[in-house]
C-alpha cells in the first residue's frame, strides 16, 4: 500500500432535522468525517456505501473495502491480502 494505512470507516443514518435533510455520516478513529446528503435513487446500503467512498477520497486512501452492517450503521474495512484470513468450516461436533 501507499501512503497512509487506511483505516476502519464507520457509516451511521442521521435523521432529517428542520433544515437538513436524510443524510448519511462517514468517519474513522481519528475523527476525519465527510457527511452526504441521501440519494433516494439509492437503496440504504449503497448510500452507506457512497459516504464511505467520500471519505476515502478526502483522505487519498485508495483500495478495495467490503463493509457490514452494525447496530448503529455499517463498518468498512479495507482488504489487503496481508490482513486477510478465511475461518474454515469446522465440525460443530465438541472434540
Known amino acids: 500500500m501507499k501512503g497512509k494505512p487506511m483505516k ?3 457509516t451511521k443514518y442521521l435523521g432529517p432535522t428542520d433544515t437538513k435533510g436524510i443524510r448519511i455520516k462517514a468517519s ?6 465527510v457527511t452526504i446528503h441521501v440519494d433516494n435513487s439509492l437503496n440504504s446500503e449503497q ?7 467520500e471519505l476515502c477520497r478526502k483522505m487519498k486512501w485508495s483500495g478495495t473495502y467490503a463493509g457490514g452492517h452494525t447496530k448503529h450503521g ?3 474495512v479495507c482488504i489487503d491480502s496481508r490482513y486477510q484470513f478465511t475461518r474454515l468450516a469446522t465440525d ?4
Open 28 to 33: 474513522d478513529s481519528d475523527n476525519n468525517s
Open 8 to 10: 476502519a470507516i464507520q
Open 92 to 95: 460443530d461436533k465438541e472434540q
Open 74 to 76: 455499517m463498518v468498512w
Open 47 to 53: 448510500n452507506h456505501y457512497h459516504a464511505a467512498e
